[in-house]
C-alpha cells in the first residue's frame, strides 16, 4: 500500500486538523482531573454532534446510509489526527458495532428507524452480549426470549454492559430455542431500554469509577419487529460484529500520542534531578514499544486496504486487538513508573502545565482501568485460540 500522502490527502488532512482545532473543546476537568461523570453523556454527544453536522461522524459506513466515502487514506489521516489531538473515539455500541449489523442484515424498516438516531447521536445504544456465565463461552448466555404473537417476552441478566446508565437501547443475544447446537438457538434483539421490566444496577470498576452496570430482564416484551434477520440465526450477526468491534481496538494513535507525551514528560529534569529518559532500561522498554507500534499500524494498514478492497475484518481483527491492546498497557505501566520516579515533583513543578496537571492521578487510574482492555471485546487469551484456529489452521 502506498502511504505517501497525495496533495489532495495533505490538503484533507489540514482540514481535519483544522476542524478538530476549531471545534473540539476538552470536557470539563475537575480538579482531581477527572472528568465528572454526569457531564460524560452530554460532552460526548455535544461533540459527536458536531461531527454529524459535519458529516463526519460515520467514517466507517456505506456512502448510501450516511458515511463519509472517504478513502482508506483519508480514514486513516483522519484517525491519526483525531489520536494526535487527544479526541476520544466516538461511543462505539451504537455507531461501530449495532449499526453495521443493522445496515448489513436488517430490514428497510429497522434501517429507516434506527441508522438516522444513531448518526445524530439521539439514541445511545449499550450491548448486553455478556451473562454471569457466558463471557468467552457466549454460546452459553441464558437469557431466554420466548415467542408469544408479535412479541418476545425476555428474561435474564445481562452482565458488564458498559454505559448501560445512559442507554436509550440495547442490543442482546438471547436464547430463543434450546435443546439444539447452542449457537443456533440464539437470536439479535433491539430493546428499548424503556421497556417495562428492565433494571440497570451500577458496578463500580477498579479505578472508582461506573461505566459497568448488570441488566435485569423480568418479563421484558420486545415486538418481534425487533428482531434482526432470522430467529436462531443471531450467532451469524453477532460475529460480524465482533469483528468489527475489535479491528477497533488497535487504538495506534490513541498510543502515539501516549508515547510522545511521555517521552516529554520523561525529558523534565526537576530541581536539578536526572531526567528519567536518560535510564537505559527506560529507554529499552520505549524504544521496544515503538517498534511494535509501528508494526502494529502497519499491520492495520494491510486490514483497513483490504477491507476497502471489498472484504470484511477477519481473524485479523483479533491480531490487532491483542497486540493494540497489549501496547496500550505497556504504555500505561511506563507511565505509572514514570509517576513514580518523579512521585510529588512532577505534581508539583509542572503542574498547571500541560504535562504535568494531574499526571500521577491519570497514570494510576488509567492503569487501573487499562487491565481491563486485555479481556474486554473478547479476552486475549480467547483471541489467541481465534488465531490458532482460522489463521494457523490448529
Ligand atoms: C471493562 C469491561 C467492559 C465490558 N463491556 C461489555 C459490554 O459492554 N457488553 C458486553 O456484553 N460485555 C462486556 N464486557 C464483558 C467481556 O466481553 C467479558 O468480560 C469477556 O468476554 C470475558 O468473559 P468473562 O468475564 O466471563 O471471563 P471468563 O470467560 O470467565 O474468562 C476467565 C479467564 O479464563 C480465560 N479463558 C476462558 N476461556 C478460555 C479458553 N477457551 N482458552 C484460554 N483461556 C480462556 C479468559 O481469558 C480469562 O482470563 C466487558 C468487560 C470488561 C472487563
Redesign the pocket.
Known amino acids: 500500500m502506498d502511504i505517501n500522502f497525495s496533495a489532495q490527502d495533505l490538503e484533507f488532512r489540514d482540514e481535519v486538523r483544522q476542524f478538530f482545532a476549531n471545534e473540539y473543546k476538552p470536557t470539563q476537568v475537575s480538579p482531581e482531573g477527572v472528568k465528572p461523570e454526569d457531564d460524560y453523556k452530554d460532552a460526548m454527544i455535544r461533540w459527536q454532534k458536531k461531527l454529524y453536522a459535519k458529516g463526519w461522524i460515520a467514517p466507517g459506513w456505506p456512502k448510501e446510509y450516511g458515511g463519509t466515502g472517504w478513502t482508506v487514506t483519508q480514514k486513516f489521516i483522519y484517525e491519526t489526527e483525531r489520536g494526535a489531538a487527544g479526541i476520544p473515539d466516538v461511543v462505539p ?1 451504537g455507531l461501530k458495532m449495532v449499526a453495521p449489523v443493522i445496515y448489513t442484515f436488517g430490514t428497510q424498516e429497522q434501517k429507516a428507524k434506527f441508522l438516522p438516531r444513531i448518526l445524530s447521536s439521539d439514541d445511545w445504544w ?5 451473562e454471569p456465565g ?5 454460546a452459553a448466555l441464558s437469557t431466554t426470549a420466548e415467542y408469544a404473537g408479535d412479541n418476545y417476552i425476555v428474561n435474564g441478566r ?7 446508565q445512559y442507554a436509550d437501547w440495547i442490543f442482546c443475544l438471547v436464547r430463543t430455542t434450546k435443546d439444539i447446537r447452542r449457537q443456533q438457538g440464539i437470536s439479535f434483539l433491539l430493546i428499548d431500554m424503556k421497556t417495562p421490566g428492565i433494571t440497570v444496577k451500577p458496578i463500580v ?1 477498579i479505578d472508582g469509577k461506573h ?2 452496570n448488570e441488566v435485569l430482564f423480568e418479563d421484558v416484551l420486545v415486538p418481534v419487529a425487533n428482531r434482526i434477520g432470522e430467529q436462531d440465526k443471531g450467532w451469524t450477526y453477532a460475529k460480524a460484529l465482533l469483528a468489527h468491534e475489535r479491528t477497533g481496538m488497535a487504538e495506534v494513535a490513541d498510543s502515539k500520542r501516549a508515547l510522545r507525551e511521555l517521552k516529554l514528560r520523561a525529558a523534565a529534569e526537576v530541581n536539578g534531578g536526572q531526567a528519567m529518559i536518560k535510564d537505559p532500561i527506560f529507554q529499552l522498554r520505549l524504544s521496544d514499544i515503538e517498534m511494535e507500534l509501528m508494526a502494529l499500524e502497519y499491520t492495520e494498514l494491510r486490514v483497513f486496504a483490504s477491507m476497502a478492497a471489498g472484504g470484511q475484518p477477519g481473524p485479523e481483527s483479533s491480531l490487532l486487538k491483542i497486540k493494540g491492546t497489549e501496547i496500550t498497557q505497556a504504555i500505561q505501566e511506563l507511565q505509572l513508573q514514570l509517576a513514580s520516579y518523579y512521585g510529588g515533583a512532577l505534581q508539583g513543578d509542572l503542574d498547571n502545565t500541560e504535562l504535568g496537571h494531574n499526571f500521577a492521578n491519570e497514570a494510576r487510574r488509567n492503569y487501573m ?1 487499562g487491565r ?1 482492555a486485555t ?8 483471541q ?2 481465534v488465531i490458532a484456529k482460522a489463521v494457523l489452521g490448529l
Open positions: 455500541f449499550c450491548q448486553g452480549y455478556s457466558a463471557g468467552s463461552d457466549l445481562k452482565i458488564w454492559t458498559t454505559l448501560a470498576s461505566s459497568l482501568y481491563a479481556i474486554y471485546g473478547g479476552s486475549n487469551e480467547v489467541r485460540n
